[in-house]
């Protein structure tokens, strides 16, 4: 669970984010869509500690962000970055086990959960391998399942942000590691993920803020934030919204 | 994880290399000792056996017991705090040297040594104390203006760091080389050794001060390995595991520089060995800290007694500076290395 009020950062003079707030629910996953340099990653910079709001505040799981010791934030909240800089030649089920270090669950169930990360994100063959041969993709899916094993198996009060889970991903693994996060939700822990693919947010997310401008264009239900007009302010394309034929959510179709 | 039985052969390798490396610094010298009478020579002066020759417990116990303790101290805190840096840097091309603090020791040696010889003379009893004293001063200083550059709004920037360290640098090896060019011909033999490195000279009462440093960088690195392996995914990514990282960096800094502070001040300037041995090891335990610290720590202990062999068998009765040696084996290796990680 995560409340976050009037957030506002500016950077170099430059208001990035104003006046935005937000609550992640337990088992919900909220979508974060928004063009470059809409303040999205600044957002996600000021939900996981890494900056520091000029304005507004962050509440984890009830108490202020920066009051949480080190320790205890990390057993409740996870993140994913958009890239990851790892540059030496660990097995990949080292730096799965890595999710672990918050916690002292003994070397039996910690081995248990990183099996079963890598089954969830498609990873399991890699688990062998060395981290540096894999491709982006792959890498990606890896530290996917680093930060779901920090939380794993999920539960009410736990947070995890994701920052373009999906950027390297091909589009296969696209839905089944959204599916992955969608399930991991469903055991109770609040999920924002940050997409640039409206379709796949349509899909997976419950709810959805818009981003533009550095402030909230608008947010709800995917069908209520993923109309033409609001498209066509926020990210200048013209589009057409239907209902998908068999599961029923919007899909945006370019004209 | 590597294969723990693999691993378990791999330590037990070290440790035989250690060991042997060991009893070759023991018996080998002007006077070669059989192995029986170096053993003999140990238990006869640790008060535990009989006592042995006069002239073998003379041997062993002055001259080569010291000198033996004194590389292992050296080699192992020169390799723990590679690791450190090559961790804390996130680059296995970082060497404990970059935050200044090897230089800022040769530097306060080097002011030591032609501040003696050309204003005044001290008693010959504690001239090398007060070099010790201040080379050590010198890198802590050093390393203190560094990590002063590097911070920034309350944290430490690890680029700006390095290239502060780089630039101080190179600004000690001007004064050095200015010490150099006002030095005579005695003082600049002095700066020369100081300067490669020599193991010639240790005695216990020199050891003590680098024996409490080693021992404290030996006992707390290794209860980092957990944060060092969480720092190689990134800075934020080891925050977002829950580790305090401005408080682990500030503990990495005065770790290597006291550690290896100790170490100039003890054995001089001695390179390469905290460069290639945490690479090498991580050829072959993996880049796993909790394996590493303890491997490196224990091949830089045997690389440094085998290169000091090197430095006083090859020119006997002369002694080479034990920093031509390894840079000699080092340079030429981690070349090796790098052609063979291309392909």
């Known amino acids: 669970m995560m409340q976050a009020d009037g957030l506002g950062v500016s950077r170099g003079g430059r208001s990035v984010l104003r006046g935005v707030s937000l609550g992640l629910r337990p088992g919900q996953v909220l979508g974060v869509l928004g063009p470059n340099g809409a303040g999205k990653s600044s957002l996600l910079?000021?939900?996981?500690?890494?900056?520091?709001?000029?304005?507004?505040?962050?509440?984890?799981?009830?108490?202020?962000?920066?009051?949480?010791?080190?320790?205890?934030?990390?057993?409740?909240?996870?993140v994913l970055p958009q890239t990851s800089s790892l540059g030496f030649g660990f097995q990949v089920k080292q730096v799965v086990r890595m999710g672990r270090m918050p916690h002292d669950t003994g070397l039996a169930l910690d081995q248990q959960i990183v099996e079963q990360v890598l089954e969830a994100v498609d990873a399991s063959h890699l688990a062998g391998r060395n981290y540096l041969q894999l491709s982006g993709g792959e890498r990606q899916r890896v530290h996917l399942a680093r930060v779901l094993a920090q939380l794993w198996p999920g539960a009410d009060g736990q947070v995890l942000l994701l920052d373009e889970p999906t950027s390297m991903l091909d589009p296969l693994h696209q839905l089944s590691v959204l599916d992955a996060v969608r399930r991991f939700a469903d055991h109770g822990a609040s999920v924002l993920v940050i997409l640039h693919d409206l379709n796949l947010a349509a899909r997976y997310c419950d709810q959805l803020l818009l981003l533009g401008d550095g402030g909230v264009?608008?947010?709800?239900?995917?069908?209520?934030?993923?109309?033409?007009?609001?498209?066509?302010?926020?990210?200048?394309?013209?589009?057409?919204?239907?209902?998908?034929?068999?599961?029923?959510h919007p899909l945006i179709i370019a004209r | 994880m590597m294969?723990?039985?693999?691993?378990?052969?791999?330590?037990?390798?070290?440790?035989?290399?250690?060991?042997?490396?060991?009893?070759?610094?023991?018996?080998?010298?002007?006077?070669?000792?059989?192995?029986?009478?170096?053993?003999?020579?140990?238990?006869?002066?640790?008060?535990?056996?009989?006592?042995?020759?006069?002239?073998?417990?003379?041997?062993?116990?002055?001259?080569?017991?010291?000198?033996?303790?004194?590389?292992?101290?050296?080699?192992?805190?020169?390799?723990?705090?590679?690791?450190?840096?090559?961790?804390?840097?996130?680059?296995?091309?970082?060497?404990?040297g970059l935050i200044g603090v090897a230089s800022g020791a040769a530097l306060g040696a080097a002011?030591?040594?032609?501040?003696?010889?050309?204003?005044?003379?001290?008693?010959?009893?504690?001239?090398?104390?007060?070099?010790?004293?201040?080379?050590?001063?010198?890198?802590?200083?050093?390393?203190?203006?560094?990590?002063?550059?590097?911070?920034?709004?309350?944290?430490?920037?690890?680029?700006?760091?390095?290239?502060?360290?780089?630039?101080?640098?190179?600004?000690?090896?001007?004064?050095?080389?200015?010490?150099?060019?006002?030095?005579?011909?005695?003082?600049?033999r002095a700066l020369t050794f100081w300067n490669l490195g020599s193991l010639n000279g240790a005695s216990y009462a020199r050891l003590w001060p680098l024996l409490l440093v080693a021992l404290g960088v030996a006992l707390w690195l290794p209860r980092r390995a957990d944060v060092l392996n969480a720092l190689l995914l990134g800075e934020s990514e080891a925050r977002h595991l829950g580790f305090d990282i401005e408080q682990v960096k500030r503990e990495l800094i005065l770790c290597t520089a006291l550690g290896v502070g100790a170490a100039v001040a003890a054995a001089g300037l001695i390179g390469f060995v905290g460069l290639v041995v945490p690479h090498l090891m991580r050829l072959l335990v993996g880049p796993d800290h909790r394996l590493l610290l303890p491997a490196s720590a224990l091949a830089g202990g045997a690389l440094l007694l085998f290169a000091d062999l090197a430095a006083r068998l090859l020119v006997a009765p002369a002694e080479m500076p034990i920093g031509i040696v390894t840079a000699l084996i080092g340079a030429p290796f981690f070349l090796y290395l790098l052609i063979r990680s291309r392909h």
């Open chain 1, 45 to 78: 910079g000021l939900l996981s500690g890494e900056l520091r709001a000029d304005a507004g505040s962050v509440l984890l799981d009830g108490q202020l962000l920066q009051d949480w010791p080190g320790r205890q934030r990390a057993q409740r909240l996870a």
């Open chain 1, 217 to 248: 264009q608008a947010s709800g239900s995917p069908e209520q934030v993923l109309q033409p007009a609001a498209l066509q302010r926020v990210f200048g394309i013209d589009v057409l919204v239907q209902r998908h034929p068999e599961r029923g």
């Open chain 2, 3 to 96: 294969p723990s039985q693999v691993a378990r052969w791999l330590f037990a390798a070290l440790a035989g290399l250690l060991l042997l490396s060991i009893w070759l610094s023991l018996a080998l010298g002007p006077v070669n000792l059989p192995l029986a009478d170096t053993l003999h020579a140990l238990f006869g002066l640790s008060g535990l056996g009989a006592p042995a020759s006069p002239q073998a417990e003379l041997i062993v116990g002055q001259i080569r017991l010291p000198r033996t303790l004194l590389g292992l101290m050296v080699g192992a805190v020169l390799a723990l705090t590679g690791v450190a840096m090559q961790g804390l840097f996130r680059n296995p091309l970082a060497d404990p």
């Open chain 2, 111 to 188: 002011l030591v040594i032609v501040g003696m010889s050309r204003w005044m003379t001290l008693p010959a009893a504690i001239e090398p104390y007060v070099l010790s004293a201040a080379a050590f001063a010198g890198g802590l200083l050093v390393t203190g203006l560094v990590y002063r550059l590097g911070r920034r709004d309350g944290q430490t920037q690890v680029a700006t760091m390095l290239l502060a360290g780089v630039a101080l640098t190179a600004l000690a090896g001007a004064v050095i080389g200015l010490m150099t060019y006002l030095a005579d011909d005695a003082t600049l």
